[in-house]
Each structure stands twice: as structure tokens, then as C-alpha cells.
């Protein structure tokens, strides 16, 4: 079993900068793809970026160039630097862990608020 635990969120203003933080522990096998998503009010989730298992990266269009996610895998971390933050963005983001091998397992953290408001 893997848990994840997600922390950086916060109120910012507009333009403003956050770093949000997802530490995996447990049983974590090597072979995974970890991504952040987020949900707004009334929203479905959206994926908002992922490091796939071969460490291909990719981004949601709107946060392209103002977001970059990153992993320190011998710290069991997943990053979101978001820069340039809009109003727009605000939303209870989800860090995610997947197993990319047969039969392999999913898992959810269970979120951190961020909030962007003048």
C-alpha cells in the first residue's frame, strides 16, 4: 500500500507563485508515473501535469510555461512549482501515483487547497 500526502497549498494573489509538495510512502514500485490534478467547484478533475514512468513530461495547455513538475526519487517527492497564478486556477490539486506495469495500482492523495483571490 502507498500513501500520499500533499502540503504547499495556500491563499496567494494573482501572479503569484506556489510550490506544492507530494511525499509517497509505503511499498512504492519503481516502475510509475506520478501526476497532479485538480478539481474546481462544480468541475470535473482535470490532469494538470505527469512524469511518466520513461520521464516524459507533459502539461495541461493552460499552466504550460508557468507551471514544472519535478520527482527527487530518493526522496520520494513529487513537486509543482506554479508560477504566474491566476484566478483560474484555483482548485483542490491531487498529486497522483500510478503503476505502469500489468495489474498495477493507482493511488490518490487526498489533496491541498489552493486558492488564488486579490
Known amino acids: 500500500q502507498v500513501q500520499l500526502v500533499e502540503s504547499g497549498g495556500g491563499l496567494v494573489q494573482p501572479g503569484g507563485s506556489l510550490n506544492l509538495s507530494c511525499v509517497a510512502s509505503?511499498?512504492?514500485?519503481?516502475?510509475?508515473?506520478v501526476s497532479w490534478h485538480r478539481q474546481a467547484p462544480g468541475k470535473v478533475r482535470e490532469l494538470v501535469a505527469v512524469?511518466?514512468?520513461?520521464?516524459?513530461?507533459d502539461y495541461l495547455d493552460s499552466v504550460e510555461g508557468r507551471f514544472t513538475i519535478s520527482r527527487d526519487r530518493a526522496k520520494n517527492t513529487v513537486f509543482l512549482q506554479m508560477n504566474s497564478l491566476k484566478v483560474e486556477d484555483t482548485a483542490v490539486y491531487y498529486c497522483?501515483?500510478?503503476?505502469?506495469?500489468?495489474?498495477?495500482?493507482?493511488?490518490w492523495g487526498r489533496g491541498t487547497q489552493v486558492t488564488v483571490s486579490s
Open positions: 497522483n501515483l500510478r503503476e505502469t506495469v500489468p495489474g498495477g495500482d493507482e493511488y
Open positions: 509505503g511499498s512504492i514500485f519503481s516502475i510509475n508515473a
Open positions: 512524469i511518466g514512468s520513461g520521464g516524459t513530461i
